[in-house]
């Protein structure tokens, strides 16, 4: 399994922008589906955006949709999430997740988008967003 690093948190006021870093050791993201979620005190883990490796192909939530950017930087085995117009209500611990398996057809949105499907976290990083 791939060992997973997130970095670029921090304390930013409402529409600002923040970068979060995924970083890879151990192996890498060759052929995996990388994710970033997040969860707030008292509630559910929530997908964010996810990215294909290999093809390049990005999947956001709705609540992102426009403000937020997933990309990947081969030579540094490096996942980002590029956060502009934050919101208080995106106030949450980010977490990366890792997984290699293959999905096709009508289930690879399905699995992607559930953090059931990643075998691989990392320990998270806090973003808070004052109003």
């Known amino acids: 399994q791939v060992q997973l690093v997130e970095s670029g948190g921090g304390l930013v006021q409402a529409g600002g922008s923040l970068r979060l870093s995924c970083a890879a050791s151990g192996r890498t993201f060759t052929g995996y589906n990388v994710g970033w979620f997040r969860q707030a005190p008292g509630k559910e883990r929530e997908f964010v955006a996810a990215?294909?490796?290999?093809?390049?192909?990005?999947y956001y939530a709705d609540s992102v949709k426009g403000r937020f950017t997933i990309s990947r930087d081969s030579a540094k085995n490096t996942v980002y999430l590029q956060m502009n117009s934050l919101k208080p209500e995106d106030t949450a611990g980010y977490y990366c997740?890792?997984?290699?398996?293959?999905?096709?057809?009508?289930?690879?949105?399905?699995?992607?988008?559930?953090?059931?499907?990643?075998?691989?976290w990392g320990q998270g990083t806090q973003v808070t967003v004052s109003s």
């Open positions: 997740a890792g997984d290699s398996r293959a999905y096709f057809g009508d289930r690879y949105y399905a699995k992607i988008i559930s953090d059931a499907t990643y075998d691989s």
């Open positions: 990215i294909n490796w290999s093809y390049g192909s990005t």
